[in-house]
């Protein structure tokens, strides 16, 4: 890694205008996909982890080590790929006519670690148990009403909603990880998936491959033995791979991806292009002085989302505009452009006879991006007549108190890929489990509840409804799409993102020796 161009250095010269020199032919790998496995070996993968780490499924998706762990251990209903569901535990989930009902049959022969066969029973108490915590899983599985749902026999269940969802079907493929019925110590659950969890603390898990597991005949294990290490930088994670400690690390910075592209004792791992994260300016909606139509649009017209790409992304990354979701199928391509456009900016907030646009910008480097973007934007924001004033929050603070993130007027935001039936209701609309806009007018839930109705060609159709209203009624101003990249040995090979690039399934991963 170059050391002479750090997190501290780019803050400095984004702060005082200077662009990133693009180099030239940078050309990634996405996730390989090779044909010839190989049996064996120990792969040993560092991710970032937190204090608040530890073996309890029902915390999995905390932390980045502790997700990839859980997607070893815990196997899910189903999965996404290339924006397509993939079964899992489940083999089918029919909807009836007006999708407020969905018949789920289970695969058969599936056994826990511990020689126990999955059944109807096992999954409606993990459903149960997961709609009872707070969290990703509870969110998504929002629409279920278990008490009016039934187990119909060993391998089929029928769940009953609280409303129409023709997209159900991707909302149980978002890591719903099935546990034991009566399950009573989460932190050692059983798991039916391709490793078993041998040993445990705050910095490292070691992981065995099952022999047994149950569908071993369609991939892994391949490896002998994973052992995850939680490293909180991303440089120690770096180190560690030329040092030989480890041989995958996740959450490589974008200056890696410069700095080593043509390194041949290293292999760069990229997301495709519909799994990038998206950077974003969220605006309440209900807060001064965004409760004003006109500063909000404003705001969007103040943002030089080219520069942006160039600076913070370093070039690799995609403008935005003001919508989720692109490259995936449902998106909606014909939205209108929005670019900068200082003057138009000042005309909007003279129209909204504001006396001052000295606001707060809440923001943290809890993830890269986030707050080298804020940086970039006070300069930006401020030809366009807006006084924006940092409020830098420490990384392990910013996602501590839920009530602050829900009433806080303007913050940065960084949204993870999700299809966006699932993400679209995560976070816009009354029934939202993360409306950091703040609350949904009627419109917008009218247009949440038909989409949320609708399958097939109409979905795509409602999709887009919704995305028309946010893009230019809603409080989110996305400016950038950001890559994530990973770093490897040359010889590893099998890792997949299955959804969740950060957050890698390493099930089918192997080892071709040096």
Excluded at 409 to 426: E, I
Aim: aromatic share 10%.
């Amino acid at each position: 890694m170059n050391q002479g161009l750090t997190r501290r250095t780019l803050i400095k010269m984004v702060g005082i205008g200077a662009g990133i020199a693009l180099i030239n032919g940078f050309s990634p790998l996405v996730w390989a996909n090779e044909t010839s496995p190989q049996r064996g070996g120990v792969l040993r993968a560092a991710f970032a982890g937190s204090s608040s780490d530890s073996t309890n499924v029902l915390h999995s998706t905390n932390s980045n080590v502790d997700y990839v762990r859980a997607r070893l251990i815990w196997d899910s209903l189903a999965e996404i790929d290339n924006q397509r569901i993939v079964w899992r535990l489940m083999e089918s989930a029919e909807p009836n006519n007006d999708a407020t009902r969905w018949t789920l049959n289970l695969r058969k022969g599936v056994t826990f670690s511990d020689g126990r066969k999955l059944t109807s029973k096992d999954v409606m108490f993990s459903l149960r148990t997961w709609l009872s915590q707070p969290g990703s899983q509870s969110g998504w599985l929002k629409p279920l009403d278990l008490a009016a749902s039934r187990i119909d026999d060993d391998h089929q269940l029928t769940l009953q909603l609280h409303q129409p969802v023709g997209s159900f079907d991707l909302l149980l493929a978002q890591s719903i990880f099935i546990f034991p019925e009566n399950t009573q110590d989460f932190t050692a659950a059983i798991g039916s998936g391709p490793y078993t969890l041998q040993s445990w603390s705050q910095d490292k898990s070691v992981l065995q491959a099952r022999r047994d597991y149950w569908d071993a005949d369609n991939g892994g294990p391949w490896l002998d033995e994973i052992q995850l290490y939680a490293i909180s930088e991303s440089a120690a994670r770096l180190n560690g791979l030329k040092a030989g400690q480890f041989d995958y690390v996740g959450g490589m910075a974008l200056l890696t991806a410069r700095a080593e592209q043509n390194n041949p004792a290293m292999k760069l791992w990229h997301s495709a292009s519909a799994e990038m994260s998206n950077l974003a300016l969220s605006m309440n909606l209900s807060k001064a002085p965004f409760n004003r139509p006109e500063v909000v649009e404003a705001l969007k017209y103040a943002i030089d989302r080219e520069a942006m790409v160039r600076a913070v992304t370093m070039g690799l990354g995609e403008v935005a505009n003001d919508a989720l979701g692109a490259g995936q199928p449902w998106f909606s391509a014909d939205l209108p452009l929005r670019h900068y456009d200082p003057q138009h900016a000042q005309s909007l907030l003279k129209k909204a006879g504001l006396t001052s646009t000295r606001i707060a910008l809440r923001t943290s480097d809890y993830e890269y991006g986030t707050a080298e973007s804020a940086t970039l934007l006070l300069r930006q924001a401020k030809a366009a007549g807006f006084d924006l004033q940092l409020n830098r929050v420490p990384a392990a603070d910013y996602y501590s108190d839920f009530n602050l993130l829900l009433n806080t007027p303007l913050q940065t935001n960084l949204y993870r890929p999700m299809p966006l039936p699932v993400a679209l209701p995560f976070y816009y609309g009354s029934a939202a489990p993360w409306p950091f806009t703040g609350p949904a007018t009627p419109q917008l839930d009218k247009l949440m509840s038909a989409m949320q109705a609708a399958r097939g060609d109409a979905l795509r159709q409602r999709v887009a409804d919704v995305q028309h209203y946010l893009w230019q009624q809603g409080g989110d101003a996305i400016f950038a799409r950001i890559p994530s990249v990973a770093a490897s040995a040359p010889g590893v090979f099998g890792v997949k993102a299955a959804g969740f690039f950060d957050y890698p399934l390493l099930r089918d991963a192997w080892l071709r020796p040096a």
